[in-house]
């Protein structure tokens, strides 16, 4: 039997038989200079620091190896030094081994939080037609020619939906008691928990307009503690404030809503309802609805309609026929034509539609 790399390799690897182990160890006890040959010094100094491992530990380690090894008697010198090697050898990678998976341990909380902190997305239309914006907790908002907004990109990991408006939007927020939809529009900011409304607060305007479509909403000042003043408004369908910024006074005395004419009030408390009320209907049957109360012709081309649906709440006047259609209009992405007479109106596609 004659001794070789691959030899070695096995009694190292313990894979030599009782014959093979025996040659090797007497061997090493009688040539233990001729045996460095089959270990060169490269292959010792090619190993790559790990530095995710306490290196405090290494020196302390190794002592307890020798110590032990020093109890056995373990002779002759050169043996022994070589068995230094490789006991060193193998408890460097039994630690880095070890230090690796504690660092990839220690590093899961870290990459966590890393992905909490969310981006934060801005949309800024530039068009001469709304955008429509569909956010991670499947809320939407149409976003209106030269207006901007601001909102987390995703929702997960915030206790509310907070939103950042500069000119005007409407918005159809999808329900969650737990996380409060809130639009902060210059010093106002205005709280939904589920609902549709419009907010249009122009850049550097002296005031902003907010109008309810479906369900309720707060509006209040957001800095109150800062400015010393205070204004809390809860809004029902129908109903729209326009607060001075300056003074965060109502420019009305009252909650503005389009006024009903005394002949109005009476056929509407006669023959038909005070206010039209839709709720994720479909828009076939909205438009029908909408003639069938103010005695209109509206006639529409849209492809695909049956697919389409409309919510919304408005009192029952003449104007807000104007003010229904318009909402249609943006919402859907449509054209809107009224009548000259005002009697009727036609609603059609965009040529190039706008998402």
Partial sequence: MNISRELINKFLRGQCTPEEHAFVRAYLEEHGEDAAAFFPEEEWTEWSEDNSYDE????????????????????PRLYLSFLYRVAAAAILLLVCALGERATRHDQAPLITGIQREIPTLYRINASNQPMNIVMSDSSSVLLYPNAELRYAENFKWKNKREIWLVGKAKFSVHKDKTKPFMVYSDRLVTTALGTQFIVDAPRQAKHVAIRLLEGSIRVEDYQEKINGQYISQILRPGEEVNIQLSTLSLLADVLKKAPVSPDQRNASAVSKPEELAFKNKKLAEVLSEIDKAYGTDTRWSIAGIEKLHFSGRYERNADNYRVILNDIAVLHHLILKIDDNGKGAQLKQEINKSE
């Fill in 56 to 75: 405090s530990r290494q020196d302390e380690i190794f002592q307890l190896i020798v110590q032990q090894l020093q109890e056995e008697e373990v002779q």
